[in-house]
């Protein structure tokens, strides 16, 4: 029986809703803590949690 492991948050290292197996594969996964109430994208291949960092908005300059 393989044995699952609880996905942490990047921010405040929480434990979320998510269990993660050997085989799960997420790409641009929208990943929310219900403690710290942020919302991250991430990426998770075998086990391995990268963070997808997108640049913040720019204001227009007129």
Same mark, same amino acid.
């Given at each position: ?5 609880? &996905?942490? +948050? /990047?921010? @405040?290292?929480?434990? #979320?809703? !998510?269990?993660? *197996?050997?085989?799960? =594969?997420?790409?641009?996964?929208? &990943?929310? +803590? /219900?403690? @710290?109430?942020?919302? #991250?994208? !991430?990426?998770? *291949?075998?086990?391995? =949690? ?13």
């Amino acid at each position: 029986m393989e044995q699952g492991k609880w &996905l942490l +948050c /990047p921010v @405040c290292n929480n434990k #979320t809703r !998510i269990k993660l *197996r050997a085989d799960t =594969l997420l790409e641009n996964f929208p &990943l929310f +803590c /219900p403690k @710290c109430k942020q919302e #991250t994208l !991430i990426n998770v *291949r075998q086990l391995n =949690l990268s963070i997808i960092k997108e640049p913040d908005a720019q204001t227009q300059s007129r």
